[in-house]
Nanobody, 124 residues
């Protein structure tokens, strides 16, 4: 069974940092891309960052510029989203997602594994 398990969400003050981790279970990042979506309250889910099986990065149009980075540890089969200088508009549910080999482009159709989501709240 293919699963991804997210961790690291929570409450953070504006300007703070938070790392979200996603562990792949039942599949290898050598053959799968993995990354993050987010869904703000009342808005559609949108891609943030993704790292492909070959290591290439995809940054989606609404990804915060210069504040979010993605990395992976293939030995641990995990992907980490590092979020810095967080703003209230970064609040929402963050979903880890995986697709085979390549990032999913602009279609969720290609996402084959979804996490349950982790809540990030940026508030003072």
């Amino acid at each position: 069974q293919l699963q991804v398990v997210e961790s690291g969400g929570g409450l953070v003050q504006p300007g703070g940092s938070l790392n979200l981790s996603c562990a792949a279970l039942g599949f290898s990042l050598d053959y799968w891309a993995m990354g993050w979506f987010r869904q703000a309250p009342g808005k559609e889910r949108e891609g943030v960052l993704c790292i492909a099986s070959g290591g290439g990065l995809t940054k989606y149009p609404n990804a915060p510029k210069g504040r979010f980075t993605i990395s992976r540890d293939t030995a641990k089969n995990t992907v980490t989203l590092q979020m810095n200088d967080l703003k209230p508009e970064d609040s929402g549910v963050y979903f880890c997602a995986a697709s085979q080999f390549y990032c999913w482009g602009y279609s969720e159709y290609y996402v084959k594994v979804w996490g349950q989501g982790t809540l990030v709240t940026v508030s003072s």
